[in-house]
């Protein structure tokens, strides 16, 4: 009898570890990525950029480590004339990259996200020649740097229906640093999505260089802010912005139109 008891016993106790192991699995199962693809396009200038982040040791929307790798590709005019009218001539070409480590603490519904990591950017200028319209080689200065980042993300579901995210980097290429927010109002959602209208702003500040050779210049400035239209709807996150650009080292605004496609898997 006692056997029969002891085994009964052992029988439930691993039967029981069996359901709380499946229980642990199923906690820790969920999208470990997410991924976000954004064009940018500002008359003169165009580009486009990508953010893949991984949670190394559980689901992308629980505390954890997290590693980032982000790249970014643009080009910009030397005249008003649109990137895709037959008058734009590419006077600068750029793009960049960055290796982050980091990790996401959540507290309510208050999520804080703090990376540190590896930055590295190339671009090439068009040196100025009165009348000379070719990219040959010999009239191009390429600039190629190296340097540490940091940046902090923050999301911010402030009541119901509103939420708002912020994020501020700098990192040592250029002595860049970068501020953008947004904040926006749930004005429909159901089961399956959620629409949202706001706003949006950003400001970069950054160290020109001159034109021939890697000397550091002046500061200049570039910000713009817009209106916000958001949808999501299972794993997937799509943002529609558009309004102003302004530029130190312009002397007018110009319009501005980003598409953002981000997904979780």
């Known amino acids: 009898?006692?056997?029969?008891?002891?085994?009964?016993?052992?029988?439930?106790?691993?039967?029981?570890?069996?359901?709380?192991?499946?229980?642990?699995?199923?906690?820790?199962?969920?999208?470990?990525?997410?991924?976000?693809?954004?064009?940018?396009?500002?008359g003169r200038?165009?580009?486009?950029?990508?953010?893949?982040?991984?949670?190394?040791?559980?689901p992308i929307d629980r505390e954890g480590v997290r590693l980032k790798l982000d790249g970014l590709v643009g080009v910009s005019g030397e005249t008003d004339a649109g990137v895709f009218s037959n008058e734009?001539?590419?006077?600068?070409?750029?793009?960049?990259?960055?290796?982050?480590?980091?990790?996401?603490?959540?507290?309510?519904?208050?999520?804080?996200?703090?990376?540190?990591?590896?930055?590295?950017?190339?671009?090439?200028?068009?040196?100025?020649?009165?009348g000379h319209v070719a990219w040959d080689v010999d009239r191009l200065e390429r600039n190629s740097q190296f340097g540490m980042i940091a940046s902090l993300d923050v999301w911010w579901r402030v009541a119901d229906r509103i939420w708002t995210s912020a994020n501020a980097s700098h990192s040592q290429i250029r002595n860049t640093t970068s501020l953008y927010g947004r904040a926006a109002y749930e004005i429909?959602?159901?089961?399956?999505?959620?629409?949202?209208?706001?706003?949006?702003?950003?400001?970069?500040?950054?160290?020109?260089?001159?034109?021939?050779?890697?000397?550091?210049?002046?500061?200049?400035?570039?910000?713009?802010?817009?209106?916000?239209l958001n949808l999501r709807y299972g794993a997937n996150d799509i943002s529609l912005a558009g309004g102003g650009v302004s530029a130190s080292e312009e002397k007018d605004y110009r319009a501005y139109a980003?598409?953002?496609?981000?997904?979780?898997?």
């Not at 706003?199 to 020109?208: H, K, P, W």
């Not at 980003?258 to 898997?265: H, N, Q």
């Open 258 to 265: 980003t598409l953002s496609v981000g997904r979780k898997f």
């Open 88 to 130: 734009f001539y590419a006077q600068r070409l750029g793009s960049g990259g960055s290796l982050s480590a980091g990790y996401q603490a959540n507290r309510g519904p208050l999520w804080i996200k703090a990376y540190a990591g590896v930055a590295y950017a190339t671009r090439m200028d068009r040196l100025f020649d009165a």
């Open 1 to 42: 009898m006692l056997d029969v008891v002891l085994r009964f016993a052992l029988t439930l106790a691993g039967v029981a570890a069996a359901v709380v192991s499946c229980a642990a699995g199923e906690a820790a199962r969920g999208p470990r990525f997410e991924t976000y693809v954004t064009v940018d396009y500002a």
């Open 45 to 58: 200038s165009a580009a486009v950029a990508d953010s893949t982040v991984w949670s190394l040791f559980g």
């Open 188 to 228: 429909y959602r159901d089961d399956a999505i959620r629409l949202s209208l706001g706003a949006e702003g950003s400001f970069s500040s950054y160290a020109e260089t001159f034109s021939e050779g890697d000397t550091t210049g002046r500061n200049e400035t570039y910000a713009k802010a817009g209106a916000l």
